[in-house]
């Protein structure tokens, strides 16, 4: 079956530490890939997305993300964080540009000034 | 504000009981989404309309049901509702004929059953 897998599942940094999230997914077709933030208290929101071209995207807030198809990734990327980036970060596949959206289990991000 | 409204916002309510939960999409979107957001299972997406018609089920228990109106609302009701109910129920939107799998969510409904 299909799924996405984020191995980290809870970060902690000091503000300017850099961030990598590692995201991975079992497809071997077509996807589009996103990462989506929920900031505390509020509603999810897309951070960035890949679904053709350059591998690497960047993002709101100075994330990025690069698709390694052969490694089935799209790890998120932060030179250096800030204390505001605190929240949760979702993972997430389209397959075969169908309607069908499969999230990660989620990576919690706490930044301490 | 991602222009998806969800109401209510908080729900109590006691086991065996029914609830209803509605949701508006962005002005112009024709899909819905819903997703049940818990602690130990994740982001779970349960059922997707396209104007008016189910288009995707995901992990939608037979108590749930769902339907999108000819505004294009929509509303998900869960009955004997049990405790492990208790979650965070988001509904999304998507823009027509934009890149698949980029949804709009709104703020959620935050249902606890005692």
């Known amino acids: 079956a299909q799924s996405v897998s984020q191995h980290n599942h809870h970060v902690i940094l000091s503000e300017a530490a850099s961030l990598e999230l590692g995201c991975n997914y079992s497809y071997g077709g077509t996807v589009n890939l996103f990462w989506y933030v929920q900031y505390p208290g509020q509603h999810l929101q897309l951070l960035l997305k890949y679904f053709s071209g350059d591998p690497l995207v960047k993002g709101i807030k100075g994330f990025e993300a690069e698709f390694i198809k052969s490694k089935f990734s799209f790890n998120l990327r932060k030179p250096s964080v800030q204390w505001s980036d605190t929240a949760e970060y979702f993972c997430a596949v389209n397959l075969g540009n169908t309607d069908k959206l499969i999230f990660g289990t989620g990576t919690r991000l706490q930044v301490f000034p | 504000d991602s222009g998806v409204t969800q109401t209510p916002k908080h729900l109590i309510t006691a086991t065996g009981q029914r609830v209803t939960l509605r949701c508006s999409p962005r002005?112009?979107?024709?899909?819905v989404y819903w997703y049940q957001q818990s602690l130990d299972q994740g982001l779970q997406f349960l059922i997707q309309y396209y104007n008016g018609e189910e288009r995707a089920k995901g992990n939608i228990l037979e108590r749930f049901s769902a339907q999108q109106f000819p505004d294009l609302h929509s509303e998900l009701n869960l009955s004997s509702l049990e405790l492990g109910d208790s979650a965070l129920y988001f509904c999304a939107s998507s823009v027509p004929g934009g890149v698949a799998g980029e949804l709009f969510f709104g703020e959620g409904s935050r249902l606890t059953v005692l």
């Open positions: 002005s112009g979107d024709l899909s």
